[in-house]
């Protein structure tokens, strides 16, 4: 059975770090590309970080050079590190697999591929 939990968001004020875990079950975490996505109340949803099955990583604009995103394969757990963070960072961020895919095309995955999700806010 497919199962992605989130985990690590909270409150934090501008400027300091969080770091967000996806434990992955029923498949393992380097087999589809992975993604972290996030959407703010009245505001699209957006796909922050992604890393494919071969290990390459990419970032939205407005996250690059703060957030990083990795993987454990032993724990299969995914995450994503925040750090500098920003007012304009405060979302309900959510892991998904990318299957079937293995590179990060801009795609949105369908269910049971998503996690619950975690909220972080960031105070300025």
């Known amino acids: 059975q497919v199962r992605l939990v989130e985990s690590g968001g909270g409150l934090v004020q501008s400027g300091e770090s969080l770091r967000l875990s996806c434990a992955v079950s029923?498949?393992?975490?380097?087999?589809?590309?992975m993604g972290w996505f996030r959407q703010a109340p009245g505001h699209e949803r957006e796909r922050v970080s992604c890393i494919s099955s071969h290990g390459i990583a990419d970032y939205a604009d407005s996250v690059k050079g703060r957030f990083t995103i990795s993987r454990d394969n032993a724990k299969n757990t995914l995450y994503l590190q925040m750090d500098s963070l920003k007012p304009e960072d405060t979302a309900e961020y959510f892991c998904?697999?990318?299957?079937?895919?293995?590179?990060?095309?801009?795609?949105?995955?369908?269910?049971?591929?998503w996690g619950q999700g975690t909220q972080v806010s960031v105070s300025s």
């Open positions: 029923g498949f393992t975490v380097d087999y589809y590309a």
């Open positions: 998904a697999a990318h299957y079937p895919l293995a590179n990060c095309a801009v795609y949105v995955p369908s269910q049971p591929w």
